[in-house]
Structure formats: C-alpha cells, structure tokens
Nanobody, 123 residues
C-alpha cells in the first residue's frame, strides 16, 4: 500500500482546507493523524473503508470531516473553522484490517503511512 497526501498549505484562522490522500493498494481502514512542532503525533479521525464506522478526536469533532471516494481510492479530511492549534503536519494512514471503533485512534493499528502534508493556520 502506498499513500500520497496532498492539499496542505496556509489558511487563515476561521478558514477551510481539504486534505486528500490517494491510496494505491487494498485496505480496510484509513485515518488521519497530525504532529505539531514539539508534540507527539496524535489521532485526528479515522474510518472503515466500508463506511460503517467513523471516529473523531475531541479536538476535531464538529470542525473536521473525514470522508472517502471509493471510485478514486482517496481519503479526505475537510478542516473548517481552522484554528492556530491545528497547525501541524498531517499524515494519512491505512490498515489492511477492519478496525473496531475503539481501535480507530490507535497509531499502532495502522501499518502504512503517507509522507505528510503541512497545514499552517495563521493570519
């Protein structure tokens, strides 16, 4: 499995941005993680490719939307009402297993990672 993340950039506070992750290969679960400067990588959102299960981190719920396009084999993350605290490198990740809800936020459950795309929220 190969993952190619894109769509990062500079966005003003309160603005919106959409990240994409194009996947080559078969997988059952995909997710987004992020790593801010001097911080550990953290879970943002994840979903089963079947669409039956979705999970968000508390910091993302209500402002971020994870979705997928099965025809394009692409995962998306819509960021709205962006905050400076959202500044980070965003990584997409995939698992060949269909993770249960309680495992969607576990970094160790994802075996494939993209290269990351930088999101900067600043005026």
């Amino acid at each position: 499995v190969q993952l190619q993340a894109s769509g990062g950039g500079l966005v003003q506070p309160g603005g919106s941005l959409r990240l994409s992750c194009a996947a080559a290969g078969r997988f059952s679960t995909m997710g987004w993680f992020r790593q801010a400067p001097r911080r550990e990588r953290e879970f943002v959102a994840g979903l089963r490719w079947s669409g039956t299960t979705t999970r968000y981190a508390d910091a993302a719920r209500g402002r971020f939307t994870i979705s997928r396009d099965t025809a394009k084999n692409t995962l998306y993350l819509e960021i709205s009402s962006a905050k400076p605290d959202d500044t980070a490198v965003y990584f997409c990740a995939a698992s060949q297993f269909s993770l249960i809800f309680s495992s969607l936020n576990s970094e160790t459950q994802y075996h494939y990672w993209g290269q990351g795309t930088q999101v900067t929220v600043s005026s």
